[in-house]
């Protein structure tokens, strides 16, 4: 039965079937008549046949029924390609018993977008099975829409439905004032300014590329919420009955820990997994003894009245009521107090908090705990109940009945977060919550030429020098100098400019053209557009069409009034014109992480989404040994700790824990995975932020550590339990400012088949190949998009600051460090270690140090030589041994931070005072002392790329040795795979032929090559490295 919306629409799916490109010929006189079949929730339709095409243009639209909206993320639609029978030869015709197939493509409901947001994207046709060949791909247009359907017969209205109450939620007064706070001398080291980087852009881009055939843009785009959590992604999660397993935590030489591990249930392919019930079974379960206060009636009449709830020593207050239509005082609060320590009763009372009273008492209840109910998951909430208020007060009888719920849960219970807890009671800035990024776009202005433009001639000797300026918000780019032709009035540039759009794209795009002919640069003109009308490309097919926008003479009237130039110009204004091609690019990913950190590789439209392979859940448990960040009247230690987690586009934030250097968090969440080769990053902050209200001087957050996971190390549907070091570098050197423990695990059914499609595919979008984006330019778009990124969160409730986005994201990876260079030069040298130590070997089996290896190489050597075909099999052989040898020494867990291996415990004073010195000059205007630290933050940026090689240079080796290391267990067990399957299939096959079928391969047609890279690349690509546990 098809399941209605609550607004009484109908979903509907539309497939538009454009067209097919470079299929593979099926008739046997070199070409196909293809019809395209696509089957949707039960439902199947067929488009018309194009006779005797490669490239045929069908342009059909097949419209499906949505049976259930809020399941369709996770229906699948399948397209497959036919050739039909009936237009081959007669010859051909009679010996085939059915339709060729020519290939097909699925798709899944997250991928599928709102009406307005669709446009063309071409998909590779894919196999049916392994021995299938299908080339070619296919254009379709996706969207969906609901449509209204008619209103049955009017009822009446249910009075008790309409008009219900409201619960606003009203800020909580603050405490009394604490005591004055101070940092100590640590925070206040970890707050000094960050290393300035300077990025040298060329001003002398590749010219843009032309691209073929156009397609329809995308018009009118909507925001559309997204569902974090699709069912298929939630049946791939297991079970939370796995037998917890303890292994001894073993360190090695003070710098590694080894986490204990929780062996999970492994899911094979016959298995059903079965959803989690508990959402909270990596991290331990903390009773809490909840109290709903809701309203109270018939109580003596005051002004904002307000409720105490005690339990022992723990006392919390509620907000001031506000009045309900009927004259009783609400509250609606949860309150949430600690039950480590059960205490017999529990006291709720009533005060008159008006500013004629002096707290006078209206009355209390009185719980015998011992009686309160506990809730159990998957129970309902507790339903609130009247209560009589008793007590004796000299200034008049105490009258009325409070409405409360009390009841004991734990932190899985669904009022924890919104609850006044008991661990932080400074509300507005204390509680836990999941933040999500903003939607970023790389937005392409191409700058063509511009024509009619009032430039007076230059200076005898000089040429014109006429250049365009574009501003997008806080960035701008200028172009490089103009080539003139005609009599001075046309102006080109060829050239593209790169900027970051956040959604909902309200900046504006000013364009302004500047004379630098004379002395003093001039404005010619300038126009504005915004960014809202700029054309999405999904796709590097469609070219994008050109328009040209009249200058503007003057800045004085500029407005947001002035987005369309072409309307609004008049001739008196008139400046000359110049021509752009404007293109929000949707097949990128925006980077606002080191690509060597990456946790999302996504591109920025959700149409060219794949489905997630899986789900990663991480407990963050708690913290010991935490370092004091504040004093309290400076005497007493303090420290108020947090953690944010980051993966993908959603932030989380946990609660505060006040004033403890222990901290227990215990807190679970959850992320898809749509890539395995990616990170996760776990950071532990000092909250000053809880204290601006009451103080009136805001703080920063103070940086306790961070810990990073790479998901491809971990065992899938395993759980891995423990502490890692928080590790910060300060100018006074190395410091261990406590520990944090976390659970994680990753939750993937995928076998090895999905898994090696996974790792053969690029790791980058399409468009990063195709369109490639220069380092320079890369790196000053992903400062432009950390900076975005930090401002909407500061715009969140509670705000997360914006030196805690930028240490999350590592802002300053790539600038100039002496230790960070030493460190990629030990990493080197770690690679080639491989080599000399197999150069040590040699030189001992010479020496006769072991005479039976000796004597064994020399018959090996003596086998080879007289049967040369057996050199590749048997090294292969020999790698697929080492590998299986190598998975006895397999690391247990994920490692945390690496102090050793980032040179970080034995670096020098004077190459700290480098990495931490921003070089501010001495600010008295020196024009000698500018230029100095000009040149020296030129410097230290070229240095900076030289740094950045030695580390990628490290990171390619390191990935050869992650080959056979099972730090990566899928990587290494696909590699010994193939290893193995090399070995068996060179030993079978002769190997003249096989070195005819390389040298062929090798020397093939270009018609035959695939402009992506190819399966090795990426599967090499996607192997880890030691660079996510660089300091």
């Known amino acids: 039965m098809m399941e209605l919306g609550a607004s009484g629409t109908v979903r509907k799916l539309v497939v538009e079937v454009v067209d097919g490109r470079d299929l593979l010929p099926k008739d046997g006189q070199g070409t196909s008549s293809p019809y395209v079949v696509v089957d949707f929730d039960g439902q199947r339709k067929r488009t018309h046949t194009v006779p005797r095409d490669l490239n045929p243009q069908w342009h059909d639209t097949l419209e499906f029924l949505v049976s259930d909206p809020s399941a369709m993320d996770a229906e699948s639609l399948d397209v497959e390609v036919y050739h039909d029978k009936r237009f081959s030869s007669s010859s051909s015709s009679s010996a085939a018993r059915k339709n060729h197939f020519l290939?097909?493509?699925?798709?899944?409901?997250?991928?599928?977008?709102?009406?307005?947001?669709?446009?063309?994207?071409?998909?590779?046709?894919?196999?049916?099975?392994?021995?299938?060949?299908?080339?070619?791909?296919?254009?379709?247009?996706?969207?969906?829409?609901?449509?209204?359907?008619?209103?049955?017969?009017?009822?009446?209205?249910?009075?008790?439905?309409?008009?219900?109450?409201?619960r606003p939620h009203a800020a909580e007064e603050p405490k009394d004032l604490p005591e004055i706070l101070t940092p100590t001398e640590t925070a206040v080291e970890m707050q000094l300014p960050p290393p300035v980087s300077v990025v040298i852009v060329d001003e002398s881009p590749n010219p843009p590329a032309s691209v073929p055939a156009p397609a329809s843009p995308p018009a009118n785009p909507e925001a559309e919420p997204v569902d974090p959590y699709p069912p298929e992604v939630r049946k791939m999660q297991t079970t939370s009955s796995s037998e917890r397993v303890r292994i001894a935590r073993r360190c090695n030489n003070g710098s590694e820990y080894a986490p204990r591990v929780i062996s999970g249930r492994f899911v094979s392919s016959t298995d059903s997994v079965e959803p989690v019930h508990s959402a909270y079974d990596l991290v331990e379960p903390m009773q809490y003894l909840f109290v709903r206060v809701v309203k109270a009636r018939g109580i003596r009449p005051c002004e904002s009245p307000y409720v105490k709830v005690r339990t022992g020593s723990l006392l919390l207050r509620s907000r001031p009521a506000r009045e309900s239509g009927s004259g009783n005082p609400e509250w609606s609060q949860v309150f949430a107090l600690s039950h480590s320590k059960p205490e017999p009763t529990l006291e709720i009372s009533v005060w008159d908090g008006g500013p004629c009273a002096t707290d006078a008492f209206l009355g209390g209840v009185c719980f015998d705990l011992s009686e309160v109910p506990i809730r159990e998951q998957p129970d309902g909430p507790l339903a609130p109940q009247w209560y009589r208020l008793e007590g004796a007060e000299p200034g008049g009888p105490v009258t009325g009945d409070i409405m409360v719920a009390v009841w004991i849960g734990t932190q899985a219970d669904e009022s924890f977060s919104e609850s006044c807890n008991s661990d932080a009671p400074y509300v507005s800035y204390t509680r836990s919550k999941v933040y999500q990024s903003p939607k970023l776009w790389y937005l392409r202005v191409s700058v063509i030429e511009a024509q009619d433009l009032r430039v007076s001639s230059p200076p005898p000797g000089t040429m014109f020098d006429v250049r365009v300026k574009v501003q997008v918000g806080f960035q701008s780019a200028r172009t490089r100098r103009s080539t003139v032709s005609g009599s001075g009035s046309t102006f080109s540039w060829m050239e593209d400019l790169m900027f970051v759009a956040s959604e909902p794209l309200a900046d504006n795009l000013i364009v302004l053209v500047e004379d630098r002919s004379i002395k003093e640069p001039a404005l010619v003109g300038y126009a504005m557009v915004p960014v809202g009308s700029v054309e999405q490309r999904l796709d590097e097919r469609h070219v994008v069409a050109s328009k040209w926008f009249n200058l503007e003479v003057g800045m004085g009237t500029m407005g947001p009034e002035v987005g369309n130039c072409n309307a609004t110009t008049t001739t008196a204004n008139y400046g000359g014109r110049v021509h752009l091609r404007l293109c929000l690019e949707g097949g990128y990913h925006v980077l606002d992480e080191a690509a060597h950190v990456c946790s999302d590789y996504r591109p920025t439209a959700k149409q060219l989404w794949k489905p997630p392979v899986g789900t990663l859940e991480l407990g963050i448990i708690g913290a010991r040994g935490l370092l004091p960040m504040k004093t309290k009247g400076g005497a007493k230690g303090s420290t108020d700790a947090y953690c944010v987690a980051k993966y993908g586009k959603k932030w989380i934030r946990t609660r505060t824990i006040t004033d403890s250097f222990d901290p227990r968090w215990n807190e679970q969440y959850t992320w898809q995975v749509y890539d395995p080769c990616t990170v996760l990053t776990i950071g532990v902050f000092d909250n000053w932020r809880m204290f601006a209200d009451m103080v009136g001087d805001e703080h920063q957050d103070y940086r306790i550590g961070k810990v990073r996971v790479r998901v491809s190390t971990l065992e899938s549907n395993r759980a891995y339990i423990g502490f890692y070091p928080l590790l910060v570098l300060l100018r006074s050197g190395l410091k261990?400012?406590?520990?944090?423990?976390?659970?994680?695990?990753?939750?993937?059914?995928?076998?090895?088949?999905?898994?090696?499609?996974t790792y053969t595919q690029p790791l980058l979008p399409r468009m990063h190949y195709l369109r490639p984006i220069g380092v320079a330019q890369q790196e000053a778009l992903r400062g432009a998009a950390i900076r975005t990124v930090a401002a909407w969160l500061g715009r969140a409730e509670p705000p997360l600051g914006q030196e805690v986005v930028r240490y999350m994201l590592d802002a300053d990876a790539h600038t100039w460090s002496v230790r960070r260079s030493k460190a990629n030069w030990f990493r080197i040298m770690g690679v080639v270690a491989w080599a000399v130590g197999l150069a040590r070997w040699v030189d001992e089996v010479r020496r006769w140090r072991n005479p039976v290896t000796t004597v064994l190489v020399h018959v090996l050597y003596l086998v080879l030589v007289w049967y040369p075909e057996l050199v590749v099999p048997t090294g292969a052989l020999y790698i697929f041994l080492i590998g299986v040898w190598?998975?006895?020494?397999?690391?247990?867990?994920?490692?945390?931070?690496?102090?050793?291996?980032?040179?970080?415990?034995?670096?020098?004073?004077?190459?700290?005072?480098?990495?931490?010195?921003?070089?501010?000059?001495?600010g008295n205007g020196n024009k000698g002392m500018e230029v100095m630290r000009l040149r020296y933050e030129r410097l230290r940026t070229l240095a900076g790329r030289v740094q950045r090689v030695m580390g990628d240079l490290a990171a390619q080796g390191e990935r050869v040795q992650a080959l056979v290391s099972w730090r990566d267990p899928r990587a290494t067990r696909i590699f010994i795979g193939v290893c193995l399957a090399v070995a068996v299939v060179l030993y079978v096959v002769p190997p003249k032929m096989v070195a005819v079928a390389l040298g062929f391969y090798f020397l093939r047609h270009p018609m035959f090559r695939d402009p992506m890279p190819p399966a090795s690349i990426n599967f090499f690509r996607r192997l880890p490295s030691l660079s996510d546990r660089l300091l």
């Open 103 to 166: 290939g097909r493509v699925r798709l899944y409901g997250s991928q599928f977008s709102r009406r307005g947001e669709e446009g063309i994207i071409y998909f590779p046709l894919e196999k049916r099975s392994l021995l299938s060949w299908i080339r070619g791909e296919i254009g379709l247009k996706i969207y969906y829409y609901d449509e209204p359907i008619p209103p049955p017969e009017d009822k009446e209205p249910d009075p008790a439905s309409e008009n219900p109450s409201p």
């Open 736 to 757: 261990k400012m406590g520990e944090v423990q976390i659970a994680v695990r990753f939750a993937c059914a995928a076998q090895l088949p999905d898994t090696w499609v």
């Open 886 to 922: 190598y998975y006895r020494f397999r690391p247990r867990g994920p490692a945390g931070m690496d102090a050793r291996l980032s040179q970080a415990d034995t670096v020098e004073g004077d190459e700290l005072d480098e990495e931490f010195d921003p070089v501010n000059g001495n």
